[in-house]
């Protein structure tokens, strides 16, 4: 049996009472809010994904969280129907039985779109550890040299 509780800015006597129920035996307790990516969520969606949305998100993050549609496409070929595979590996994730991550846990990689053509890539993420390109760099053994003016990370692959 799985319970999931979710509250926002408790009072301290709401919290004594939660944390009196969480030290029940036989209690695990998961202090990971719902929204972020951990490492251990980022392989199992990655590890899901088909090949080309694998491709798509190591070359997004291998480039700092954007990458253009040019550098991504294979032999020319139409990118319809590969962010298709972000969504749905996300929701039938948070839909197994037992879930393998909250529901609340938002897609890692956008199509950026100019009317109906895709034109590339984004991730979310900067500098913080648990944005969803820092997780899934560190997931994809990459290592952070450095970073750009605008916050984003400069990956380069871990020896």
């Known amino acids: 049996m799985t319970i999931t509780i979710s509250v926002t800015n408790p009072t301290s006597e709401v919290l004594e009472h939660l944390l009196a129920i969480a030290a029940a035996p036989g209690t695990a307790v998961s202090a990971i809010p719902d929204g972020h990516w951990t490492p251990e969520r980022a392989r199992a969606y990655y590890d899901r994904l ?3 949305a ?3 998100l190591r070359a997004a993050v291998q480039q700092g969280g954007r990458v253009s549609a040019d550098e991504v496409r294979v032999e020319g070929k139409s990118l319809r129907g590969t962010t298709g595979p972000f ?3 996300l929701r039938e994730g948070a839909r197994a039985d037992p879930p393998l991550w909250p529901t609340a846990l938002p897609v890692p990689v956008r199509s ?3 009317g109906a053509a895709v034109i590339g890539f984004d ?3 900067g500098n913080d550890p648990s944005d969803p390109l820092m997780v899934f760099g560190k ?4 290592r952070v040299e450095g970073f750009r003016a ?3 990370p ?3 692959p871990s020896e």
Not at 139 to 142: I, K, T, Y
């Open 50 to 52: 088909p090949p080309r």
């Open 54 to 56: 694998r491709d798509i």
């Open 87 to 89: 969504r749905q590996v």
């Open 112 to 114: 950026v779109r100019v």
């Open 123 to 125: 991730m979310i993420g």
């Open 139 to 142: 997931v994809l053994g990459f």
């Open 150 to 152: 605008d916050g984003t």
């Open 154 to 156: 400069v990956f380069s």
